[in-house]
């Protein structure tokens, strides 16, 4: 079992669809959760971290906590075409007190126009 | 804020060359900072730990004299790809950790590394 998992994709919505990103975490004592985009041939790009169970709200954009349930999930409200990118889950490795993350594969977004 | 530099952008050069690459925080102390190399179409992969002062921890697999880490202060820290050849081209990521607990890291622009 991978320690932090998503789903490859592509996941497609069409423009101004909400769109559902899902990941899970294998280990119960991790305590930090992000978020990251990252356009094709960029870095990735900090979209939201979170560290409470509960939602955490930015803009168009919700992060939701399940620390039970060991999942993180990232919402995108009125998807634009230029959310279409990957979006990559993160993880504080518990077991690192360097802050070390660990990444799932991340999941493509296609928003089609 | 949570700015972070990296230089150069993109890098050719002739194989056996040794390339450096800076990675800067411009607005904060980074105690940490992060090493990273993806290749097409694949996720990321850490290369190593920079703390500000000690030597760098590399993950396995990864040459520590392939590739030098330099953290000399709490807002640079360098990587060099020593004797460079073309399976060494990638592209090379870092990112910074502030000095508070459960900060997310920030990432620079990257490196884009072309060993002909």
């Known amino acids: 079992q991978k320690e932090v998992e998503q789903n490859s994709g592509p996941l497609s919505v069409p423009e101004g669809a909400i769109a559902s990103l899902n990941c899970t975490y294998s280990?119960?004592?991790?305590?930090?959760f992000f978020w990251y985009r990252q356009y094709s041939g960029k870095s990735p790009e900090l979209i939201m971290f979170?560290?409470?169970?509960g939602d955490k709200e930015d803009g168009r954009f919700t992060a939701q906590l399940n620390k039970a349930s060991q999942y993180v999930s990232l919402l995108i409200r009125d998807s634009q075409p230029s959310d279409s990118a990957t979006y990559l889950c993160?993880?504080?490795?518990?077991?690192?007190?360097?802050?070390?993350?660990?990444f799932g594969q991340g999941t493509t977004l296609q928003v089609k126009p | 804020g949570a700015v972070v530099s990296q230089h150069p952008s993109w890098v050719i050069c002739k194989s056996g060359t040794s390339v450096k690459i800076e990675c800067r925080s411009l607005?904060?102390?980074?105690?940490?900072m992060f090493w990273y190399r993806q290749f097409p179409k694949q996720s990321l992969m850490l290369m190593a730990t920079?703390?500000?002062?000690?030597?760098?921890?590399?993950e396995q697999g990864v040459e520590k004299d392939k590739f030098l880490i330099n953290h000399a202060s709490l807002t640079l820290s360098t990587l060099t790809v020593t004797s460079a050849h073309p399976e060494d081209s990638s592209f090379y990521i870092c990112?910074?950790?502030?000095?508070?607990?459960?900060?997310?890291?920030?990432f620079g622009d990257g490196t884009r590394l072309s060993i002909l």
């Open positions: 979170i560290y409470s169970n």
């Open positions: 920079s703390n500000e002062g000690s030597k760098a921890t590399y």
């Open positions: 993160a993880v504080y490795d518990p077991r690192s007190n360097t802050g070390k993350l660990i």
């Open positions: 607005d904060f102390q980074a105690t940490t």
């Open positions: 990112s910074a950790l502030g000095t508070q607990g459960h900060q997310p890291q920030h």
């Open positions: 280990d119960r004592g991790s305590q930090s």
